[in-house]
């Protein structure tokens, strides 16, 4: 995934565009096939059943599908998000975008584990370094405080009990 | 004087220390959200509902309220003094405001959409309080089949009426109800899209997918985008106003709050329409027309009443009849259905003490902000400080935490990825987001009212059309669709375009 790829001219941008058209086909298609294996004897009490409405779903996403396609190809563009943050002058930048994930990704994998006050941690410091603070042991440091004070926020002000992992002794 | 006696007792809710500790946390958070930048008060709405499973209700809705209300101060504090307006209501009060900053009026733009928005935000509370149960002796009396069309209704019109794309709204949408449908069919105990994954059996929880759109999504966004060059806030001092300020003020809140409020009220009413038409007539009515576009106070002082008495009006269709019509509303729907609260007309009737707490709450809510944000400006705009990255850490931290605190499993933060990287594309697409969570909440109750409209005529089509109002709802959404249909062919047939159709040209002209 380079950054040529991404949205950096019109063009390419309204090619992958499509990809946008092609999810909701796909959903489309999974959310009929679903509906099909649904087996729903008339009744009188339910003369609906349970597969009406995924029916008229499927049906509705395809219909978005087809109709964003012919809206992309005869040159519609979707307008992308603006706010105060937001710069979009420079096309996505995946160099911050990736490494976000990939603290995401690492939370959900450690935090059954080793513990929400250590997947914490990794989360936010990871979180903050992606988007380009370089003060290693301040962002740590705050890092470390913000996952023990919601773990005990959470243990004692709602009773809700995250869980604790290797330190769970320690905690 | 039915309304004043329920009205009273709900001031005695609403005043109780705790009460009164939720509504002055909710404004603070709110005002706190409004300001900083990429988070507003739907997201804050989504992030916190995990945490008040433990408070109630009633206190929950309260501080939710404030935070609704809250985000409209903080907002118009960042527009004025930053120029770019995180929500498309903020878009007109930025036009002058921010051009009266630079001119040195920071102090009396600020104060002037605070006022504004306490005169505004006090009136439309109390045109709801009026209103509100006349709608509800109203709606008592029909029947599901009206309350299906209501809904399609409010469903159709968020999604083809707001937003600049309908196929990209309708496309939304319909992602919304589909993933409303994972899950077990309430009726006949069926599963559907739930592929073998036991987990999916339950549904995915409203929180989650609030969670991950709004603050997941957006985060993901911003940080692709994130702005390299700093914005300049203008600095500002106390917010105050002259004689002839107020002068020139007072009237335009008042024609703001009557544009708004009913727009608000509307299934697809929202903030950007009656802002806009408050705009204009304040610069067709103003004595001083020619300094519309540097930095007019009629310009600030009528789109905030306007904004804010429209927040007023959201809430008239919510209580009354369990229709959501902007994000925040949507949100707080969901946390009432969280609480196991059925929402819709006899919400009036069960729960009394929440709604009418909730309704004066709004006015003490109301008066807190106006509190803190005049004499606090300065302070607040030191929010736009704060340092990105922390920022934007510090949502994925607290959505992570939020979605994860509900089952307390490991599979929701998949979901939370997953959805959030939809929440990402639609951003970068233009799929408008709204569609979706109303979808996501609406469809699964308009499929229940279908099933039992269809049960009580034993299957007989008619049975959808049995009352008068549910018929006149459907002729409605029919004129509704076709409405931009007619006005195409009105333009080929008439090629000279009626000029207030032209926002541009009014803004710049």
Redesign the interface.
Known sequence: MSQKTDAGTPASKGRSELGIAALLGAAGAVVLVDASRIAAPYSQSDPVGPRTMPLVIGVLLLVSAAALAVNVLRGGRGQAEEGEDVDLTHPSDWKTVLPLVGAFVLNILLIDAAGWVISGTVLFWGSVWALGSRHYIRDGLISLGLALATFYGFYFGLGIKLPAGILAGVL | MDTLDLLMQGFSTALTPMNLLYACIGVLLGTAVGVL??IGPAMAVALLLP?T??LGPTSALIMFAGIYYGGMYGGST?SIL?N???ESSTVITAIEGHKMAKAGRAAQALATAAIGSFVAGTIGTALLAVCAPFVVKFAVSLGPSSYLAIMVLGLLTVTAVLG??K??G??S???G??IG?VGL?P??G????V?GIPLLSDGIDIVVVAVAIFAVG????????????K?ETIPVGQPWMGKKDWRRSWKPWLRGTAFGFPFGAMPAGGAEVPTFLSYVTEKKLSKHPEEFGHGAIEGVAGPEAANNASAAGTLTPLLALGLPTNATAAVMLAALVQFGIQPGPLLFENEPVLVWGLIASLFIGNTLLLLINLPMAPLWAKLLQI????L???I??FA??GA??VN?Q?FD??LL?VLGALG??M?????PVLPLIIGLIL?PRI?GQ??KS??LS??DVSGLFNEPVGVVVYILVVILLALPLFIRLWRKFRPQKPGAMHVEDQIHA
């Open positions: 930048p990429g945490v499973y433990n960042t930053l770019t307006p995180g600049s794309s196929i990209r309708f496309a949408l319909g992602l109800l589909a449908l069919d009726v006949t069926q599963q559907r899209l592929f957006e985060a993901l966004w911003i940080a692709a985008h994130l702005r390299r060059n914005m340092p990105r990255p922390y934007y850490a510090g994925l931290f992570t935490l994860f605190s307390m490991a933060l998949v990825l990402f594309a951003r970068r697409y233009g799929l469809g499929e279908l099933r269809l049960q034993g299957g």
